[in-house]
């Protein structure tokens, strides 16, 4: 579930119309928190704009990170804001059923949707990497596609359903909205949003582990120590004939960019899972074993699972030289 805001917070809903006095940390952290919402949206995009005026990003796998693209500034857009506005309200809705309603379920879809997208992305590496033959242009376009339209489905299908019954989102007697905490709706939407990823993801990365490892390890064992230093670097004879092994610009080119490609998707993974871990935990905490995470960190958990829309496209455009260059032509073209 996506984004089961920090809205748990009764006490501060009971206790009283006063508003909480201005301090020097809640202005730093007001201050701080828009930031990341200007930045989340205006890097995010930046990636938009950079695939849709580059023929060469109109392919795979950049359709994938467009949609996560989307996702992120959805989230920027649509759900940060408003979560602002929450937690400077004291974590009390004035904003009226409808406008909770609408925040709650782009809060899940959003989010819901940025999560499968990093799983996709991962996906799509993993079989680039250890089935590069097999899995071709055509191939991988036909798979990604069907991967972006699951991943807007299945967190469409996780978001609409508070709408139809499943538990309530808002409480206008108690001034919350939060998304539904039926325990059943609860376990269902955490785990269709998170934990079914997260196990995705990092059986995919250990599997990529696993065939970087095989790959180093029978490189090191078919190696050819050359016999003079003089010998040219790109063809190497051994002493005993006739064997003749010969190393293409093409092979180390493409293991450098498998190594880059893995080390992208295992930060991506990384980085994903210490944003939303400690959320979806306090999520599933609370239905299953009776435990009130406190306020204070239900909004420190929500704003840390936020913050991956904002590091998704820096990790994934940092590895990318393509994404390099075509971020300095569209800025100098700009000029």
Request: glycine share 4%; charged share 15%; aromatic share 14%.
């Amino acid at each position: 579930q996506m984004h089961f805001l920090p809205s748990s917070n009764h006490s501060a809903v009971h206790s009283g119309s006063r508003s909480a006095p201005v301090t020097v940390f809640s202005v730093l952290t007001f201050t701080l928190l828009a930031m990341l919402v200007v930045a989340t949206f205006v890097w995010n995009v930046l990636v938009l704009a950079t695939i849709l005026r580059v023929r060469t990003f109109h392919r795979v796998p950049h359709n994938l990170v467009a949609s996560m693209a989307m996702s992120d500034v959805m989230v920027a857009a649509l759900v940060m804001p408003l979560s602002l506005v929450h937690e400077l309200s004291g974590q009390r809705w004035r904003l009226g059923r409808a406008l909770c309603l609408l925040w709650v379920s782009c809060d899940v879809l959003c989010c819901t949707a940025s999560i499968w997208n990093v799983m996709a992305i991962a996906l799509d590496r993993y079989w680039s990497i250890t089935r590069h033959l097999e899995y071709t242009l055509k191939t991988r376009k036909r798979i990604s596609n069907v991967m972006i339209a699951l991943t807007w489905m299945l967190s469409a299908i996780i978001s609409l359903a508070p709408l139809f019954g499943w538990g309530e989102t808002y409480s206008e007697e108690n001034m919350a909205c939060q998304v539904s905490q039926e325990p059943s709706y609860t376990i269902f939407s955490t785990f269709g949003a998170f934990y079914l990823p997260l196990g995705v993801v990092l059986f995919v990365y250990w599997k990529i582990y696993k065939a970087a490892k095989f790959r180093i390890g029978s490189r090191k064992s078919n190696s050819i120590i050359p016999v003079t230093e003089n010998v040219e670097p790109q063809v190497v004879f051994a002493l005993h004939p006739p064997t003749v092994t010969f190393q293409a610009d093409s092979e180390t080119w493409r293991e450098q960019k498998e190594r880059r490609a893995a080390l992208m998707v295992g930060i991506l993974i990384g980085v994903f899972v210490l944003c939303w871990i400690p959320f979806f935990l306090a999520e599933l905490a609370t239905p299953l074993f009776s435990c009130q995470v406190p306020p204070f960190w239900k909004s420190v958990f929500l704003w840390l699972g936020y913050s991956n829309s904002f590091f998704n496209p820096l990790i994934y455009t940092a590895f990318n030289k393509n994404y390099n260059d075509a971020f300095r032509n569209l800025f100098s073209r700009q000029r």
